[in-house]
Nanobody, 119 residues
Framework: QVQVVESGGGLVQAGGSLRLSCAAS????????MGWYRQAPGKQRELVAS???????NYLDSVKGRFTISRDNAKNTVYLQMNSLNSEDTAVYYC?????????????WGQGTQVTVSS
């Protein structure tokens, strides 16, 4: 079985920073894309940032220049450095890993971590 676990959320003041981490564990042969999504109350889940195995990145327009996604392939871990946070960044942040595991190719989600930005 594969497990995906996020950490690093919390309460921060506007203008502050947080770093989210997401680690995938279990029988994993290869991880392709890793991504961070978020869902605010009453809104649809949206892609915040993604990164391929080769390191190519993609960002939501509203976070460009403020957020940075990175990954450590040796640790099956992806990070999201979030700077200059504002109230619109408040949401539950989810990690998704697209990977080859014991049962084949699949997409695995973490349980989510709450990020709250106070103004």
């Amino acid at each position: 079985q594969v497990q995906v676990v996020e950490s690093g959320g919390g309460l921060v003041q506007a203008g502050g920073s947080l770093r989210l981490s997401c680690a995938a564990s279990g029988t994993i042969f290869s991880i392709n894309a890793m991504g961070w999504y978020r869902q605010a109350p009453g809104k649809q889940r949206e892609l915040v940032a993604s990164i391929t195995k080769g390191g190519s990145t993609n960002y939501l327009d509203s976070v460009k220049g403020r957020f940075t996604i990175s990954r450590d392939n040796a640790k099956n871990t992806v990070y999201l450095q979030m700077n200059s946070l504002n109230s619109e960044d408040t949401a539950v942040y989810y990690c998704k890993c697209s990977l080859w595991g014991a049962v084949g190719y699949g997409e695995y989600w973490g349980q989510g971590t709450q990020v709250t930005v106070s103004s």
